[in-house]
Every structure is written in structure tokens, then in C-alpha cells.
């Protein structure tokens, strides 16, 4: 990864934090720390994506987490419809970004587009 880490402004933290502990569990992405009214999520213990309350929250951003799988794409997907995600584009090969870019967009509860992305070849 090149970030250490990045952050979001969300309108609503129960809200935001139970869409993506459902939304990327799939990807083994896990709630990590909550200090002073801000969620840390990562793996093996190093919150790299942060969210916390805001008055002012971005335009919608795009984030895209990294799949181990075209399997657990799929998985986030289905995870994230079911959180509340809206439908920016189901899984599949997007051949234009890469001859392996296997994607999945959703838009989540602040309208920002959450992606998971597997450059596996299967």
C-alpha cells in the first residue's frame, strides 16, 4: 500500500461503522480501534481506513480495497447491498483499467463509491 492510512467524514458513525463491518468483512477488513469518536479498520492489527462525525462531509470520494479473490469481490458486494450499499456496478472484469481488474462498486451511506478490486488472474 502507498497510503499509511486514510480518513472519511461521515454523517452518521453507527451508521457507517456497521455498513463497513458488514460491507468488508469479506475482505478481512475488520473494526481495528474507535479513539475519541473516530473507527479504525485494517488488517492484522494496523487501522488504515478511518472514519469519524463531521459537520462538513467530502464530496463523494472514490476508495478501493484490495481482494485477495475475485471470490471475496463478489462476497463484498453482496455484503455491501445487503448494509444498505446501492448498486454502482456489480463484479466483473473491467479489462479497460487492467487485463485482470476484477471490480465491484457500491455507493455507501455518504455517496462515496466503495470498490473491492482483485488484479488475480482468476
Not at 3 to 30: C, E, N, R
Not at 39 to 57: C, D, L, R, T
Not at 72 to 90: I, R
Request: charged share 15%.
Amino acid at each position: 500500500m502507498i497510503i499509511d492510512h486514510i480518513g472519511l467524514a461521515v454523517s452518521d458513525y453507527a451508521q457507517s461503522k456497521a455498513f463497513f463491518s458488514q460491507a468488508l468483512a469479506p475482505l478481512g477488513i475488520a473494526l481495528v480501534i474507535e479513539i475519541a469518536g473516530q473507527a479504525g479498520f485494517g488488517k492484522n492489527g494496523k487501522p488504515e481506513f478511518w472514519f469519524g462525525m463531521h459537520s462538513q462531509i467530502q464530496n463523494p470520494m472514490h476508495i478501493a480495497f484490495a481482494a485477495e479473490s475475485r471470490a471475496q469481490v463478489n462476497a463484498f458486494y453482496e455484503a455491501a447491498l445487503k448494509a444498505g450499499a446501492k448498486d454502482n456496478g456489480p463484479p466483473g472484469v473491467r479489462e479497460h483499467y487492467h487485463p485482470n481488474y476484477y471490480g465491484a462498486f457500491v455507493i455507501g451511506p455518504d455517496g462515496h463509491n466503495i470498490e473491492a478490486v482483485c488484479r488475480a488472474e482468476t
